[in-house]
């Protein structure tokens, strides 16, 4: 019998309503449009309001989209991986209330946290189950609302971040379609340069770590950059040696959207034209485990039967990987 592969047969997404323009974030911090523009391709983002909103909250309107679109019934799904840096709570993880909104009975679900690249590593790992023959239909969510841990003092991240979900499912097939490979990596001596300082085990919450900021995400800009264009770029390049692909087999490249010469690098280093290559930072901003599967959403329509897409991430911990996806059915 042929090889058992984990195949996305559907996907979910969701952005909130409210639009947070360069325009807007030029009244609150010292910024301009064009300055943000020029440096991260960020037109606007997305923002969840209301008090006592959190990324379940996001994420559970992509997770029913999706079962209606696969005419998915709550009870045939056997796992929901939620990839997120945002939990609703510490505990349960965010993925235990997903199941419940969602009416996931017969499931169990757990958290990912890998920054910006837990998507990808979600996928690996759903994908996993699939090709055991364990399982029949696992979601994997990827979902932020990264507007909770951003200082909107502080240009440096204000800018770049906004809110959003995308849920994808798996399912098995003995087609060559599906996920072909991929290479995940970690280097955890960057933590120190794109991190939230305190809130964790390490440094519980008190008077002094919230009078000093320090619930909130922060990033050594440069540091994380050259890190960032370098090994997202490499990785992408890796897969598709690894895979023997050309660019011209190249159907399309669903990068990270953490800044738009981030993406440009990394499509240089694959030799790919502009052509193929996903981008809607413009819109949404960085939504951390949120791009690839919205990236997903937005286009999927433009996917064929037997595409090669080439999905690739970075992190802050550092975490980067790319994924080798042959695209399942015609949208």
Not at 130 to 156: C, F, H, L, P, W
């Amino acid at each position: 019998m042929s090889k058992i592969r984990a195949s996305i047969t559907g996907v979910g997404g969701y952005v909130p309503d409210y639009i947070l323009t360069n325009k807007e974030l030029e009244s609150i911090v010292e910024t301009n449009d064009e300055w943000i523009l020029t440096r991260t391709g960020i037109k606007e983002r997305r923002i969840l309001k209301g008090e006592g909103l959190g990324t379940s909250h996001i994420a559970i309107h992509a997770v029913k989209q999706l079962l209606e679109k696969t005419n998915t019934k709550p009870e045939e799904v056997d796992l929901l991986i939620c990839c997120t840096t945002t939990p609703d709570y510490v505990f349960p993880a965010t993925g235990n209330l997903l199941c419940d909104m969602a009416g996931l009975k017969n499931a169990f679900s757990y958290d990912l946290n890998a920054a910006c690249s837990g998507f990808l590593y979600g996928l690996m790992t759903g994908s996993q189950f699939i090709e055991t023959g364990k399982y029949k239909k696992v979601i994997v969510v990827g979902g932020d609302k990264m507007s909770s841990i951003i200082n909107y003092q502080d240009r440096a991240t204000c800018i770049i971040f906004g809110d959003g979900a995308g849920a994808i499912m798996l399912e098995p097939t003995h087609e060559e379609l599906g996920i072909m490979d991929g290479i995940l990596h970690t280097d955890g001596a960057g933590a120190q340069f794109l991190f939230q300082k305190s809130g964790g085990s390490r440094s519980p919450a008190t008077i002094e770590t919230v009078t000093n900021r320090e619930h909130f995400a922060s990033q050594e800009g440069s540091t994380v950059f050259k890190f960032a264009v370098t090994n997202m770029a490499n990785v992408a390049k890796e897969i598709m040696e690894k895979n023997n692909l050309t660019a011209e087999d190249i159907a399309y490249l669903a990068p990270h959207q953490a800044n738009k010469r981030i993406i440009d690098a990394t499509a240089e280093r694959m030799g790919v034209g502009s052509e193929k290559v996903l981008v809607n930072i413009e819109r949404y901003g960085n939504t951390t485990n949120g791009t690839i599967p919205l990236l997903l959403w937005d286009y999927e329509k433009k996917f064929k039967k037997g595409d090669n897409i080439v999905m690739a991430a970075f992190g802050g911990g550092f975490t980067w990987g790319a994924i080798y996806l042959k695209w399942a059915y015609n949208s």
